[in-house]
């Protein structure tokens, strides 16, 4: 399990050639006009690809699964291949279970004060919730086309920017792709597919946050 900001992480993005791109006077702008872009759903979930490149070895870490992101609870990240695992993230916990469901690793909020913050910007992240996201980050970019866009965010602290250099966004009604890049120099590329949203959580979906 490489979800990046489950340990301690949380490229530029390069234009695409020929894409009709349209750059708004000044960031308030930019950002006001992407919001407006963005579909208001409190549940998100799909398919992920996620490349992991560690500084000193040649190729890439690889991994695939699902996701889910629910306003007010928090992120399940279940990672199918290369090895099962379910990473939930709310206010309270952040638990890790094994294929079996043996819990491999547990930390609760009471113990690391950090962990709101952590579940509060992987939710901003994953869903461009961009009203969190400029309390944290200067933010810049592009409009592409009629329904997409593209966004920079660089840490405005410098403890942020400890952890992490920057992140890219890029999307259209939902967030397509997050590139991250982290200070001591390994970068992170997910990629989301088959999304869907939805105003509640099935039962199902509940239970994962319990």
């Given amino acids: ?4 900001a489950a340990h301690g992480a949380a490229a530029s993005a390069q234009g695409t050639p020929g894409a009709s791109i349209v750059q708004p006077a000044n960031n308030t702008a930019l950002v006001a006009q992407v919001r407006a872009r963005l579909v208001n759903a409190p549940v998100i979930h799909g398919n992920f690809e996620q490349k992991k490149t560690i500084q ?24 199918r291949k290369p090895f099962e695992s379910v990473l939930t993230i ?60 593209w966004l920079q965010l660089t840490p405005r602290d410098s403890m942020l920017a400890q952890w992490i250099t920057r992140i890219s966004l890029s999307g259209d009604s939902v967030v397509r792709s997050v590139t991250l890049m982290e200070a001591h120099g390994d970068s992170s590329v997910i990629t989301f597919t088959d999304t869907v949203t939805a105003q509640s959580l099935n039962a199902e979906d509940v239970r994962r946050f319990e």
């Fill in 90 to 149: 709310t206010r309270e916990r952040m638990l890790s279970r094994q294929a079996d469901g043996q819990i491999s690793t547990r930390v609760e909020a009471s113990d690391e004060p950090g962990l709101r913050a952590v579940n509060e910007m992987l939710f901003a992240v994953m869903a461009a919730d961009l009203r969190t996201l400029e309390q944290r980050f200067a933010i810049s970019g592009e409009l592409r086309g009629k329904q997409g866009w």
């Fill in 56 to 79: 000193g070895f040649r190729n890439p870490l690889v991994s695939t699964g699902t996701f889910l992101i629910a306003q007010g609870k928090g992120v399940s990240w279940h990672t």
């Fill in 1 to 4: 399990m490489c979800l990046w």
